[in-house]
């Protein structure tokens, strides 16, 4: 187990979709315990080439091959068994099962009879789990462990396989820099003892940090290899496909009054759970707040309470002044509240709808785009025409329905409409999630423009880098509350452990006392002076 | 489909989230049934005893018919019940989940002292041997649906058509145990029918991704349809060669049926009631202990994960829902063959249905639906056991008790009640 050495070869591997070539002739060498990392945007092609490598996929043309002997998977059980272990980006563990029954399961020990022997299972995880330093219950029950826990035990349940090669999806999207240092150290004792490691990520820094070699793709190919020496500027060009600026230009924020007023606001779930739980915020005119934190700690619920999507059980919100809480979406927009939702294909456009009737979902209902009840087409369509050339919309035609459209461009759409209102408080949740660089910087420079006209903004987002590039002010959310208000330029180790409920002063004590691998990253090349943004697009891929 | 359950729970605090820890519905729920009992019953008790009797002629010793003092008994009862809805309070302020024997203990001293109430001050002697028999009987389709229902379930099907299940099960046992002039026969049967139309639901749900609650509906129309007509048609003309009437026999186990209390009401059954004891305890030790139990689950929790790990989730699927089926269908030869009747039109009543809210209440164990069956079973038997003492309490009122019972279990009053997540979702990779 992990000691087993293996070469991963990919030789010419194609694969097609209808006319869509999302893998092209992609080579790539997996030395025996190297860390390899294949780094390209959202929509490169890597999922599909772990897919095709973990046998989910067949793929068109090309071969794979382990200790140089051609192999073919016909599923996950047939990559398994011949040594290679996936740890996906969303886990695949079953919430309701205790640990030693997920690693257990599909290959589990069974004492006759087709009984179970958990004894053996158990023994397992914790023969896997104290040869690597792991601290693992093999009791505890999945879903009440943190997620960076949850993402050791897939990589037990890969190990517990003998594989030999482990291939990590996007690992770090879910973790906080804490977390994400813990994997990193994870890795390289891997590495040493002899296991492959693919790492498959967008983000330059991790790279950089845990890398021992990089292949870089776009647009299905590989477009080139790297050392994780290489500047990070050249790492995004190579990614990109063109030179790209590694910052938001922006000036210092100049605050307003308050626009936005949260006071002591509690949501609770179906359940009653308190998951906004008495929230205390201010948002100030021409100023960008940033709600940072773990995925599910509350800060969508606490956007969605603003637009009036979510109702809250206590406390108020304010408007300029004016009493949110009784109002209803319609009337909320209408005070110059604008939204970007977390999830822009499901809940930002219809997508059965054509971009101009997208460009117009909240004003239809009124003069100038309809009269007595019927539509005014012309006017849509001039509206349409100009939106489109104003934020840079990819698309043939207005006509086009807005599911046809990319990610990116489907964001520019909901941001045309959101901003065709007069403004005072834009929020923006997980803005540029799933996004390319291209798009991001867009998006970016857009919200910026926003708060210089002085709007208030809230950002919502779960990617540090976003929230660090952006914000003038971030509130950091963990279990439904604030655990603190700090300034745009706050050092990210300290907001890592604020993300996982630290309070800002031990924050700072204990980031003095010990950098993660990424955050010390910050401090060694004095070159970058900017925060990079490109390193700002996350989790979701090609739903 | 892929939506990543696990990311909601960061660091889990005990003090926090709330998530993992009881709710309160359980013990107001508990609370509120206790005061209901404790207003209804003990201070309206008629002056002197209820008598009981307790054992039946064979057995090896007997006990005596016996009084109790019926306002004393009915108060202690009432007031164990106080005293636990009480100690579900007390141990979900610590955090502590109750277990199942909680709400069996509560609810049997309530039956109780319900029997001891209505029969106070009244000659007639309450037979309890006989209220369990009637009411296990009464339980036996209900636990086999629910079965049916738990394993379904819990592999990610939903199986509405239990009703049809026990219906075809029941029609096809009493034409063959006809037709071969044998019981056992139309016992082997039974199973089968079952078994086909489960085929067809997973035909259509698990190939064609159809909505599994209308195709178990449909079912269930198309079994209540089909036997119908065929009762009408081709049984109705000769019925000496079609629908003749075959009972499988009691078989008193030797010894065991003997034992004073339980003897007669657990072991002087028929093979019927056997294999249900069998099964029971089958699915509820390999349900949660074995390597088919735990792929199982996995396909009806989380199937993207199962077949991560090389478990092929539509092949699990498919076999264990005409497992499943074939179970209600066995279950269905005791409205025919079992109870010694000849086949008639949709006789089965909508015990499947009411077999679906057993399995809920049961919480989707096989232990928890048949305690749940058999408190409808015996709820169901009361309105014969009131007849016979001559009580003036509405039979038709008991009778709605256990729905009640089950809409606040649904609605969440008894514990945290969580069906398969990946429940009636076809997977599709």
Redesign the interface.
């Known amino acids: 187990m992990g000691s087993g050495h293996m070469r991963l070869e990919l030789r010419g591997i194609t694969k097609r979709f209808g006319s869509f070539t999302a893998n092209d002739a992609i080579d790539l060498v997996v030395e025996p315990g190297q860390i390899h990392a294949l780094l390209g945007e959202n929509g490169a092609g890597k999922s599909t080439l772990m897919n095709v490598l973990?046998g989910?996929y067949q793929p068109d043309a090309g071969e794979v091959l382990l200790d140089g002997e051609p192999v073919t998977f016909d599923?996950?059980?047939?990559a398994?068994a011949a040594g290679i272990g996936?740890v996906?980006q969303?886990?695949?563990?079953?919430?309701?099962?205790t640990v030693a029954?997920?690693v257990?399961?599909?290959?589990?020990p069974?004492a006759g009879?087709?009984?179970?022997s958990?004894g053996e299972a158990r023994r397992q995880v914790a023969d896997v789990a104290a040869r690597f330093g792991f601290h693992v219950d093999p009791d505890a029950m999945?879903?009440?462990?943190?997620?960076g826990v949850?993402q050791r035990v897939e990589i037990i349940?890969a190990l517990s396989r003998d594989a030999k090669i482990l291939i990590l999806d996007e690992p770090t999207a879910?973790l906080t820099p804490q977390e994400t240092d813990e994997l990193i150290e994870i890795m390289r004792q891997l590495r040493d003892a002899g296991t492959s490691i693919l790492f498959i990520t967008h983000k330059l820094r991790e790279v950089r940090a845990v890398a021992d070699r990089i292949t870089v793709i776009r647009r299905g190919k590989v477009v080139g290899t790297a050392e994780p020496t290489a500047p990070e500027t050249e790492l995004a060009s190579l990614m990109v496909g063109r030179a790209v600026s590694l910052g938001v230009e922006r000036t210092p924020a100049e605050p307003g009054d308050v626009v936005l007023r949260v006071e002591s606001l509690t949501v609770r779930d179906a359940?009653?759970?308190?998951v906004v739980d008495g929230v205390d915020l201010d948002v100030r005119a021409g100023e960008i707040v940033a709600v940072a934190g773990?995925?599910?700690?509350g800060q969508t619920e606490l956007a969605q309470a603003v637009l009036g999507l979510v109702h809250p059980t206590a406390g108020s919100l304010h408007l300029d002044g004016t009493d949110l809480t009784g109002l209803s979406v319609r009337d909320r927009l209408r005070a110059g509240l604008g939204f970007v939702p977390e999830d822009r294909s499901t809940d930002g456009v219809i997508a059965d709808f054509s971009i101009q009737e997208n460009l117009v979902l909240d004003l239809v209902d009124a003069p100038p785009y309809s009269r007595r009840g019927a539509i005014d087409r012309g006017r849509l369509r001039r509206n349409a025409e100009q939106r489109v050339v104003e934020f840079d919309v990819r698309t043939s035609s207005v006509d086009a329905h807005a599911g046809t459209l990319s990610g990116g461009n489907q964001q520019k759409v909901v941001l045309a409409r959101e901003m065709s209102r007069p403004l005072r408080l834009l929020v923006a949740s997980q803005p540029t999630r799933g996004l390319d660089v291209g798009s991001i910087e867009f998006v970016h420079q857009r919200i910026v423009r926003e708060r210089d006209n002085g709007t208030a903004v809230v950002i919502v987002s779960t990617e540090l880098d976003e929230v660090v590039a952006l914000a003038d002010r971030i509130a950091v959310m963990?279990?439904g509350r604030v655990v603190g208000v700090v300034p745009g330029g706050t050092d990210r180790d300290v907001l890592g452990l604020m993300m996982?409920?630290v309070p800002l002063d031990e924050a700072v004590a204990q980031t003095a006392a010990h950098h993660t691998t990424l955050g010390a990253l910050d401090t060694a090349p004095p070159t970058q002076a900017a925060q990079p943004t490109q390193a700002a697009q996350p989790e979701e891929e090609g739903? | 489909m892929s939506l990543a359950t696990p990311v909601t729970e960061n660091a889990p605090a005990p003090d926090d989230a709330g998530r993992l820890r009881p709710t309160w519905r359980g013990p107001i729920a508990y609370a509120v049934i206790a005061l209901v009992a404790l207003l209804a019953m003990p201070l309206r008790t008629p002056d002197g005893s209820t008598r009981f009797r307790l054992s039946t002629e064979t057995d090896f010793a007997q006990i005596p018919t016996f009084e109790v003092p019926a306002a004393p008994t009915v108060w202690v009862l009432v007031l164990l019940a106080v005293a636990l809805a009480a100690l579900a309070a007390w141990w979900t302020r610590q955090g502590r989940r109750t277990g199942l024997w909680l709400p069996v203990v509560f609810g049997v001293a309530l039956l109780l002292a319900f029997l001891t109430f209505v029969g106070a001050g009244r000659s007639a002697v309450i037979p309890l041997t006989s209220v369990a028999t009637g009411t296990l009987f009464l339980a036996t389709p209900l636990i086999f649906g629910a079965l049916s229902g738990v394993v379904c379930e819990r592999v990610g099907i939903v199986n509405i058509a239990i009703e049809g299940q026990l219906l075809a099960g029941a029609f096809i046992a009493a034409v063959v145990g006809s037709l071969t002039a044998s019981a056992y026969m139309g016992l082997v049967a039974a199973p089968v029918a079952g078994a086909l139309v489960g085929m067809l639901l997973v035909f259509f749900a698990v190939r064609y991704h159809v909505n599994q609650i209308i195709v178990g509906v449909v079912l269930n129309v198309l079994v209540v349809g089909l036997t119908s007509f065929l009762f009408s048609t081709v049984l109705a003309e000769d019925p000496g060669t079609w629908n003749q009437r075959q009972a499988l026999p009691v078989l008193p186990i030797p010894v065991l049926s003997q034992i004073p209390v339980i003897g007669p009401i657990l072991f002087r059954q028929t093979l019927l009631v056997y294999l249900m004891y069998v099964i029971v305890v089958a699915l509820q030790v390999y349900l949660f202990r074995s390597r088919w139990g735990l792929r199982l689950r996995a396909v009806g929790e989380h199937p993207k994960a199962a077949d991560t790990v090389g478990i092929d989730v539509n092949r699990t699927r498919v076999r264990n829902t005409i497992l499943g089926s074939a179970i209600a269908g066995l279950g269905g030869a005791f409205f025919t063959v079992a109870s010694g009747l000849a086949f008639g039109k949709e006789m089965t009543g909508g015990r499947g249905f009411i077999a679906l809210a057993a399995m809920i209440l049961g919480r989707w164990s096989p232990k928890g639906a048949v305690a749940a069956a058999l408190l409808f079973g015996f709820a169901d038997n009361l309105r014969t056991v009131l007849g016979t003492i001559g009580s003036s309490v509405p039979p038709q009122l008991l009778l709605m008790t256990p729905y009640i019972v089950t809409i606040l279990a649904v609605a969440g009053f008894a514990g945290r009640v969580r069906a398969p997540a990946a429940e009636g979702i076809p997977y599709v990779k």
Request: proline share 6%; net charge negative; glycine share 14%.
């Open positions: 973990y989910l599923g996950p059980g047939a398994m996936m996906h969303h886990f695949m563990l079953v919430p309701v099962f029954e997920n257990a399961l599909g290959h589990e069974t009879a087709g009984l179970l958990l999945v879903e009440d462990l943190p997620v949850q349940k879910v359940v009653g759970t308190a773990v995925q599910g700690n963990y279990r996982a409920g739903r």
